[in-house]
């Protein structure tokens, strides 16, 4: 495997409403002890030493108040519908990009040494790489009334986090060419027939989805919890 050493840009879609989670704003702007979940979300990505340029993307509105919430330098446009449709704005505007980062600003409390390690194996050739963690729990399929049609075997099963990294030009590719839904870029890749390799990834960079991630972020950070 040749390595790749050309500018590592790290895209954060932050465009979501954040339905699931019920706040008044949309998510990545909801406040994590002191400061946005998308602020967060960024001084993880620039505090790993590992990421040349950041690229965030929000809702039309909420431009300017990203605009003032983030360090110089970072680079503000607007999303989409859709979670790829956000992703595929922040790539137009990296066209200078060798490797890519997705990250979603929902995983503010992620570690920048899991960043670092995602840049660490692109750098060394990989050219598509996700943090998994293990599932605990024992997962089933259901259909459309609720009833199982099956148990995947768990060993075979991961939880994928982000970020996920990229070849710039894979991933271009994969956006590009493949028709359909993923609910994470990696499965666009993965369409394309290209190898994606999975790293051990981090308990704390969970995705903030529901007021239990939330309260259990507040708790991780010694903010008041649940009584
Ligand atoms: N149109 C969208 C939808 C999602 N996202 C971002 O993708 C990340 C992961 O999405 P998720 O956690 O599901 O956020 P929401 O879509 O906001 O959540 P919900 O489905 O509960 O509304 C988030 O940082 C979210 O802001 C985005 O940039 N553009
Ligand atoms: C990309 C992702 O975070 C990987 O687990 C996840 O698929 C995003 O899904 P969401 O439904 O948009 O939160």
Do not use: C
């Not at 989409?80 to 600003?105: C, F, I, K, N, T």
């Not at 049609?149 to 994928?160: I, M, N, Q």
């Not at 996920?164 to 666009?188: E, I, S």
Request: charged share 25%; hydrophobic share 45%; glycine share 10%.
């Amino acid at each position: 495997m040749s390595g790749n050493e050309g500018p590592v840009v790290a895209l954060v879609p932050a465009a979501g409403r954040g339905v699931r989670l019920g706040e008044p704003v949309p998510k990545a702007f909801v406040e994590l002890g002191g400061r946005s979940m998308l602020r967060r979300a960024v001084d993880g990505l620039l505090g790993s030493g590992v990421v040349d340029t950041v690229v965030v993307i929000v809702p039309d509105a909420l431009v300017e108040a990203a605009r003032a919430d983030l360090p110089d330098g970072v680079l503000v446009v607007v999303g989409g519908e859709e979670r790829a449709d956000s992703v595929r704005a922040g790539l137009a505007a990296a066209p200078d990009a060798a490797l890519v980062l997705v990250h979603d600003a929902a995983r503010a409390l992620t570690p920048p040494s899991l960043i670092a390690r995602v840049v660490a194996e692109l750098q060394a050739g990989r050219t598509a790489v996700v943090p998994v963690l293990p599932v605990s729990d024992t997962i089933k399929t259901v259909d459309v009334l609720g009833t199982v049609t099956g148990t995947p075997p768990r060993s075979e099963l991961r939880a994928v986090q982000t970020p996920q990294g990229f070849d710039a030009d894979l991933l271009r590719r994969a956006y590009r060419d493949v028709n359909g839904d993923a609910t994470d870029d990696a499965g666009l890749v993965e369409r394309l027939g290209e190898q994606v390799r999975t790293i051990v990834g981090e308990p704390e960079a969970f995705k903030i989805t529901t007021p239990w991630d939330l309260a259990l972020a507040r708790v991780l950070l010694g903010q008041a919890g649940p009584e």
